[in-house]
């Protein structure tokens, strides 16, 4: 089998994962890793045995590098998304894929002009647990799915500096209930606020309509002293819970609780070999930029609801 050449842009916390990950996959060959901050790239590079970049320019010159994943900063993902994408890379963007909507336009127009492939981390779509939800759904073991409800919250990493909780935690639910609704929200009302950090919310209570009267609510904070991520799907007949953490499964009826049992299996390693795959087939991914986008413009929409104390109407009739 041949291997796609791989590169991590962006090797903190989350990035190192990445470079772990691709560093096992049959379908991928690691080559080399970039940080701005030239230490962190050094002693990355050094574990795993490839060159150590602290600009993405002189990674991006390589040949045999085919596609890189972008695990920087959020604010910084526009400008290495771009770059990337203009030295005829395919790009693997971590959520959210860009800080701003217009910024998230860009790279998805210059991806298609580009001709590349273009996929955004919204790992929780790769999580055994809401792939296993996702099929009980079509069996139709709830009966017809009414309303979802979302719990992502823990305390504040405070790293994360460069967006709020809507931005940086919300915006996993925003997808997943795109996903599990198999549609898009036609409105959105929310209430956000911030009790510790300075300049960006930390709490956001966001309700999602959707067509013929399902709803989704979702609670994400950087307040609770532990961590929660819970999905939870109440159907005509049965409901559905799950967690993302443990990967568990509850359904339960008013007669019988099931709880099947499955082995856990690691997001981020069915992601990238997903991303992997794709790309060496040369086939749109699973999470697109569209869907990078669209999370980000439900997002604002949320921002802009609880400023204005009004539902804000979403059509997404001109993005396909
Ligand atoms: N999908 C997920 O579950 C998940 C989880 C955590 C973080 N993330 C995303 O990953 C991204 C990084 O988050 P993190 O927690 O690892 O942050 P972090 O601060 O730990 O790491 C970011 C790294 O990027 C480097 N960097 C910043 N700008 C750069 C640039 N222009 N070129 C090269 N290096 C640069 C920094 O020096 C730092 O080492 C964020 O966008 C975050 O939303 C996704």
Request: hydrophobic letters at 40%; one cysteine or more.
């Amino acid at each position: 089998m041949s291997k796609l050449g791989v590169a991590v842009i962006g090797v903190g916390f989350w990035g190192k994962n990445h470079v772990r990950v691709f560093s096992e996959l049959a379908e991928t060959e690691l080559l080399a890793v970039c940080d701005a901050n030239e230490e962190r790239a050094k002693s990355i590079g050094e574990k795993y045995g490839v060159e150590a970049y602290s600009d993405s320019k002189e990674l991006l010159k390589r040949k045999d590098i085919e596609a890189v994943s972008i695990c920087t900063w959020t604010t910084t993902h526009a400008v290495e998304a771009m770059r990337a994408l203009k030295a005829g890379k395919h790009t693997f963007v971590e959520k959210p894929l860009a800080s701003t909507i217009k910024e998230a336009r860009r790279i998805v127009d210059f991806a298609r002009q580009r001709r590349k492939l273009l996929a955004v981390g919204f790992i929780e779509r790769f999580n055994p647990s809401v792939q296993r939800a996702k099929k009980l759904l079509s069996k139709g073991e709830i009966g017809e799915l009414v309303s979802a409800t979302a719990k992502r919250v823990s305390q504040w990493p405070e790293r994360i500096g460069d967006v709020g909780v809507v931005k940086d935690y919300a915006i996993h639910e925003i997808d997943i209930m795109r996903k599990i609704f198999e549609d898009d929200p036609i409105a959105v009302y929310a209430k956000v606020g911030s009790l510790k950090h300075v300049k960006y919310e930390d709490y956001a209570q966001i309700m999602l309509t959707f067509r013929h009267g399902k709803t989704a609510f979702i609670e994400a904070n950087w307040l609770t002293p532990y961590k929660i991520r819970k999905l939870s799907l109440t159907g005509s007949d049965a409901i559905m819970e799950l967690d993302y953490l443990t990967q568990e499964i509850i359904v339960e009826t008013s007669k019988r609780t099931t709880k099947p049992r499955y082995e856990w299996r690691e997001p981020l390693k069915l992601e990238l070999q997903h991303f992997a795959r794709k790309m060496l087939k040369n086939e749109e991914p699973e999470v697109t930029g569209v869907d990078g986008l669209k999370a980000l413009i439900i997002a604002e929409a949320a921002i802009e609801s609880s400023k204005s104390d009004h539902s804000i109407r979403l059509n997404f009739d001109k993005l396909s």
